[in-house]
């Protein structure tokens, strides 16, 4: 057996390990880590289900005389603290990413802890879903599961649903917005508004731009719509696609 | 190399090419589960975030 043959063969390997690992960064691990993403948030909203139906806690009671309900049912907006780091707090859906998109949330944007094991951040310091202020969320669009790779496809009031133990959190996709990468106003209580109070709640959503570069970003603008509490059920906003 | 170790394994052909796609499985599960997510982290570039140069919001690499 020749040296050159050993060599040779080690070199034709290690040839197909790289390509593998093209295959894998821009396939196959995105089906394994989608597939992985939207098992792990939906089986955390069946939990939460599950904990409620056991324990029913109809906290805020509906006045009896509006029983004919409004649709959609909804109450004050409980805000919650703010998570910790790596710390899963909400699941994130998008009827127009389909109807199994269900991704989990976390505290933080670091992609070691955040951004790449669980899916999206929350950018530290931001408001939380439901308050006054900035909601500012990031997640991968390409590779990782690719939680945010369509955000370019979103319509003009499309639903993005913001699921927490307590409830539903319907925003309304606004505007995207390409920016640099040190644009950080997009994360001010009023996105691109220095010093301006915020008398509404939105959510900003950043991901890479274009797609596999980081020289710019994508950001995507919603304004929140109403709260429903887990005893008034699923809201209509996870239905409809616009 | 590949050669020799078709010659090491045991039993008749179609057993030795049973333990190499057994092989074969296992280095594969090895390499889309634990070795290309490592390496991931240093060759991917993609960066989601917003953040000021001197004061990055997250930590490193975010």
């Known amino acids: ?242 | 190399m590949y050669a020799a170790l078709w010659r090491v394994l045991p039993g008749p052909w179609w057993v030795r090419l049973l333990i190499v796609l057994v092989l074969v499985a296992a280095v594969l599960y090895g390499l889309l589960f634990y070795v290309f997510p490592w390496v991931s982290q240093f060759v991917n570039p993609q960066e989601v975030t917003v953040t000021l140069p001197a004061a990055p919001t997250g930590a490193p690499g975010s």
């Open chain 1, 1 to 242: 057996m020749s040296v050159i043959g050993v060599i040779g063969e080690v070199l034709i390997t290690a040839g197909v390990i790289v390509l593998l690992y093209v295959v894998w960064q821009l396939w196959v691990g995105d089906l394994i880590y989608g597939a992985e993403r939207n098992a792990e948030g939906a089986e955390l909203s069946q939990e939460w289900q599950q904990q409620w139906n056991d324990n029913p806690v109809v906290a805020p009671t509906p006045d009896p005389t509006e029983t004919v309900a409004p649709d959609p049912v909804t109450a004050p907006a409980p805000v919650m603290a703010e998570p910790g780091d790596g710390e899963k707090f909400a699941v994130m859906h998008i009827p127009r990413f389909g109807p199994d998109y269900a991704v989990t949330m976390a505290g933080g944007v670091s992609r070691a802890r955040t951004l790449d094991p669980i899916g999206i951040g929350h950018y530290p310091g931001t408001r939380m879903p439901g308050e006054a202020g900035n909601f500012a969320l990031a997640a991968h669009r390409t590779t990782w599961g690719k939680p945010f790779n369509r955000i370019a496809d979103l319509h003009v009031g499309g639903a993005i649903v913001v699921e927490t133990e307590a409830g539903w959190y319907t925003y309304r996709f606004r505007t995207l917005e390409y920016v640099r990468p040190d644009e950080v106003e997009v994360l001010l209580p009023v996105p691109q508004a220095m010093d301006v109070p915020a008398g509404t709640a939105y959510i900003t959503m950043t991901s890479c731009s274009p797609m596999y570069a980081m020289t710019e970003r994508i950001v995507a603008y919603g304004v929140f719509e109403s709260f429903t509490p887990r005893s008034a059920g699923e809201p209509a906003s996870l239905q409809a696609v616009v």
